[in-house]
């Protein structure tokens, strides 16, 4: 069974800086694809960036281009968060796609196995 654990949430000033990790485990054969989604009280949970299997292809949602960078190694995930934002602030969930090496930034059923989620919040 694929367990899914996220860690790093911190609160953090205007223009700092946080990793979030994601570790998988009881991977038994490729590595999924993996995404991390990012929730505020009142508003839809959102995708913010993903990456292949094979770390080769990512994605990234407009609002956090050139500031967040998501990078894997094997079964660890990590989110880069950079000149956070209060808007960056939220809970933050890291997703597998056990059935599928690429990603998507749509939250759907393919995302089948889901952390607990890590805070984030942003403020001065």
């Known amino acids: 069974q694929l367990h899914v654990v996220e860690s790093g949430g911190d609160l953090v000033q205007p223009g700092g800086s946080l990793r979030l990790s994601c570790v998988l485990s009881?991977?038994?054969?490729?590595?999924?694809?993996v995404g991390w989604f990012r929730q505020v009280p009142g508003k839809e949970r959102e995708g913010v960036s993903c990456i292949s299997s094979s770390g080769a292809a990512t994605l990234y949602v407009d609002s956090v281009k050139g500031r967040f960078t998501i990078a894997r190694s094997k079964n660890m995930v990590y989110l880069q968060l950079n000149n956070l934002k209060p808007e960056d602030s939220g809970v933050y969930y890291c997703?597998?796609?056990?059935?599928?090496?690429?990603?998507?930034?749509?939250?759907?059923?393919?995302?089948?196995?889901w952390g607990q989620g890590t805070q984030v919040t942003v403020s001065s």
């Open positions: 009881g991977v038994t054969s490729d590595y999924p694809g």
């Open positions: 997703a597998a796609r056990s059935r599928y090496k690429l990603c998507v930034l749509k939250e759907g059923p393919s995302y089948d196995h």
